[in-house]
């Protein structure tokens, strides 16, 4: 079926981290099976990385709908001088 995926801007300080959660990215297929919806990281941020909260220092390359729902993604920011913006698909 249809995906719709919902995303909104997360501000991350420079040197810090922020909880990628289902305020800010959230997908639904109508199905209610989080768990089987999986984000691929095709271009991964340019200014930091994202990864798992468990895991710090390790980038990632997928996660679930469900891994943003229990709150145990993260994006941290890597730059050592603040950025604007980044962006990851």
Known sequence: GDIAVFT????????DHSY?????LLALDGTDKPEELLYVITSPPQYGQIEYV??????????????????????????????CEDTFR
């Open 54 to 83: 468990s895991y710090p220092g390790i980038p990632i390359t997928s996660f679930s709908q469900m891994d943003v729902a229990r709150r145990i993604v993260c994006y941290t920011h890597k730059a050592k001088a603040a950025v």
């Open 20 to 24: 990628i959660t289902t305020d800010v």
């Open 8 to 15: 909104k801007l997360l501000r991350v300080p420079k040197g």
